[in-house]
Structure formats: C-alpha cells, structure tokens
C-alpha cells in the first residue's frame, strides 16, 4: 500500500483538490452546492482558516486556504467538511451510488474520493497561478465560454475587489501543464 506523505506547514496556504466519487457529476445544481458552502462555512467558525479561493465543478472542487499561524491541520478540516456535506446530501438526495462491501465496513458513504490532492503554495507567484487556474477551470473543462458566466467560484469576489475585470478570461489560456493539479 503507497504511503501519503503530506507537508505540514503552520499558518500555511494549500491548494486543494477534492474530487467525487467515480468523478460522479453530483454538483450540478446551486443546491448541492450550497449543501458544500453550508458545509465549509460551518467547520471554518469551528476550526478557522482563510478561504482564499474556490471552484465547484460537477465533479470537483478546488480549494486555497490559509491555515492560521499555529496550525497546519487542513486534513482534518477537510475530512470533516466531506464527512458534513456527504450526510446532509444523503439527507437530502439519498446514496447516488450503491456501496460494496468495503465500503459498508468502514461505514463510507459513496459520495467522495478517500484522498485529496494538495499543494503547498510556495511563494506570491505560485498563490496567483493556481487563483487564475482554479477561476479559469470552468472554461478549461468547457462549462462555460466565459469565467464571469460561472457562478460558483470566488471569481465573482476578485471582480468585486479589483483584482480582475470581469472579462479577464475572454482570450485568456492557462498554463496548460495543470494536469498536476489533481484532475
């Protein structure tokens, strides 16, 4: 069995990359996406940090926090947002997949990928690359022509703030080596 190895750094930022199980298509309504939203905002009062960035796609979502000062936990933020979000979407919607026996003895609901992809951001560059990425992803995977036509990602707050014109991706490409962010 591989071995994870994760980099811990307190007060850190991470990317994140959380994916659904069998890349099933489950956020395709702002309802489940709210559900997420509910979610996150709820273990973030319990266990505090940044979000600085975000995209719901059908099948994925990516992530950047920021972790307070003296804390590096984000697996346990993120376990517990998977764990909140997989019980109010059962609550709401029912199992989308039926589960084997694997997952019925460690009580898994079939809603998630056990692991999650992370990144360490590095320095101001690296945090702005992977910000126009995660904004740009809806263009990438062909949801939309445009990022300000996708309503679920903080593009909408860097408008409101300045930090982009509303139709920065109009032309726009991405580095094209982001297979290595966890899709």
Not at 21 to 31: E, G
């Amino acid at each position: 069995m591989p071995e994870y190895r994760r980099i811990l750094y307190q007060g850190g930022t991470y990317f994140f990359t959380l994916v659904t199980y069998k890349r099933q298509k489950i956020f395709l309504s702002h309802d489940v996406s709210f559900i997420f939203y509910e979610s996150l905002e709820h273990i973030q009062r319990l266990h505090p940090f940044t979000n600085v960035a975000y995209c719901i796609m059908p099948d994925h979502i990516h992530l950047i926090w920021r972790l307070p000062e003296d804390d590096a936990n984000y697996s346990m933020r993120i376990s517990q947002i998977k764990r909140r979000f997989a019980r109010a979407f059962v609550k709401k919607y029912g199992i989308p997949v039926v589960r084997n026996m694997q997952h019925e003895k460690r009580r898994e609901l079939t809603i998630w990928q056990r692991r999650f992809w992370e990144h360490l951001i590095r320095d101001e560059a690296d945090l702005n690359q992977h910000i126009d990425y995660i904004h740009y992803n809806p263009v990438k995977h062909g949801m939309v022509d445009r990022v300000c036509d996708w309503v679920d990602s903080s593009f909408h707050r860097y408008v409101q703030e300045g930090y982009y014109d509303a139709n920065w991706s109009e032309g726009c490409k991405t580095n094209e080596k982001d297979n290595h962010y966890g899709e």
